[in-house]
């Protein structure tokens, strides 16, 4: 696999309330990506990042599972998390550790407990996050309720990217108003119904409300000559979407392939990339806490640990997200939150565990990382340069987005 610079790497977590439908996004992404040659599905335990038995069995996330695609000269990690509020706990340290998050909403429930509680932690740590709006296939979805209900309780600036065409049992697929073509199921495209217009044009309309709404130059140009360029209206939505001001909203029908296509074209062209995640900050050991700051091309590596799992294939795995510099096998590295040494075997892309991965020679900034053999590694720990003592990180890594 080639290697990728930071700034064509992208960090994403898939995040929402108990089978909303993130591990059938993620299969339809991967299947999409051509990083799969079937489309994987909960009911027949065919999952490609899932090794877990008692998730397969339970059809539940239980753990959050990672892999990566590799899409229009992007290479996209993906965090898979769990829903369940038992496992919390492992979803809240993985938005810690993305760059961005897609909010798994159902079509067919709308907002639950755990939607709420993934868009205030999002928010709290100023991370950028879509929402996409899955199983509007069904025969019992609430796509228009579920639609209000995300304007009116997460963001008056959501705007909804890509309208379905007929939701519910006769499902016909989506509309993208980026690309002006309609997704279709079994990943195929096509042109746009004639028939769609009259909800493209509502679409586009809440579009041009959002983006107008959370900048005040394009705000002003609107309400003087009553619309935006599809420049302005491009560049206006990445950076109200980066700025957490808008809200882009995809739907689709995960188990029928379609809807993820155009989720992956704005992963690309408008997620962060991990040098647009400013500065990440933490606290130094040995100099009683005193605040520290690292961008992510600073040569001295920064890692945390967001997951240890017992692979079948290589044994003891960590799994890290590369904060800022590099690590490589067999480097010495300094665990700031055990205050000693550790040394990684080998070095892997996960895609669910190791055996489908792909091993590298080097992990830098914004790549989701397992690394074999860490002897005295645990969940949470940050891993630092050995050459740099008395400038170690630790316990708390925050991550600033670059607003503005
Ligand atoms: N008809 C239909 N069913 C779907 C769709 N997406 C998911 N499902 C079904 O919904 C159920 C839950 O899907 P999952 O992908 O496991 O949901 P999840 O959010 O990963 O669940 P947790 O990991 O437990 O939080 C499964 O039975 C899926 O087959 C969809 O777009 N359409
Ligand atoms: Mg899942």
């Given amino acids: 696999m080639k290697s990728y610079k930071p700034e064509d790497k992208r960090v994403v977590g898939f995040v929402g309330h108990r089978g909303s439908g993130k591990t059938s996004l993620v299969e339809a992404l991967l299947f999409d990506a051509k990083a799969t040659s079937r489309l994987g599905s909960v009911e027949t335990k065919t999952l490609a990042l899932e090794s877990d038995p008692e998730a397969l069995e339970r059809q539940m996330t239980i753990q959050s599972n990672v892999g990566f695609v590799e899409w229009d000269g992007a290479c996209i990690g993906i965090v898979d998390t769990p829903g369940d509020a038992n496992f919390w706990g492992n979803a809240n340290r993985a938005i810690s550790v993305v760059d961005a998050a897609v909010v798994v909403v159902s079509g067919t429930d709308g907002l639950q407990p755990q939607t709420v509680r993934c868009v205030k932690k999002l928010r709290d740590s100023g991370t950028p996050f879509a929402i996409f709006v899955t199983k509007v296939d069904k025969e019992n979805q609430i796509y228009e309720d579920t639609v209000a209900e995300i304007k009116a309780d997460i963001s008056p600036n959501a705007a909804v990217l890509t309208p379905p065409i007929q939701p519910g049992a006769d499902f016909g697929g989506v509309v993208s108003l980026v690309s ?225």
């Fill in 180 to 404: 002006n073509r309609a997704f279709l199921s079994a990943g195929k495209s096509g042109d746009v119904p004639g028939d769609m217009s009259d909800d493209v044009d509502a679409a586009r309309e809440m579009l041009i409300d959002a983006v107008a709404a959370a900048d005040d130059e394009l705000m002003e140009k609107y309400l003087e000559e009553g619309s935006l360029t599809e420049q302005e209206l491009a560049v206006g939505l990445k950076a109200g979407f980066l700025a957490g001001e808008v809200v882009p909203v995809f739907v689709g029908a995960s188990t029928q392939d379609c809807g993820a296509l155009p989720l992956l074209d704005f992963i690309k062209s408008s997620f962060p990339n991990p040098l647009e995640r400013a500065v990440v900050k933490g606290v130094n050991n040995n100099r009683e806490n005193e605040p520290v700051e690292r961008t992510p091309g600073d040569g001295a590596l920064v890692a945390q640990v967001f997951r240890t799992h017992h692979d079948a294939f290589a044994g003891n795995l960590s799994y890290a997200r590369v904060f800022a510099g590099s690590i490589k096998p067999s480097q010495d590295v300094y665990n700031a939150n055990r205050e000693g040494g550790d040394r990684p075997s080998h070095l892997y892309l996960p895609m669910g565990g190791t055996k489908n991965g792909s091993e590298v020679k080097e992990a830098t900034a914004g790549d989701l990382v397992a690394l074999t053999k860490l002897k005295a590694t645990a969940t949470g720990d940050t891993l630092c340069e050995k050459a740099s003592p008395g400038n170690f990180f630790s316990k708390q890594i925050e991550l600033l987005t670059q607003r503005g």
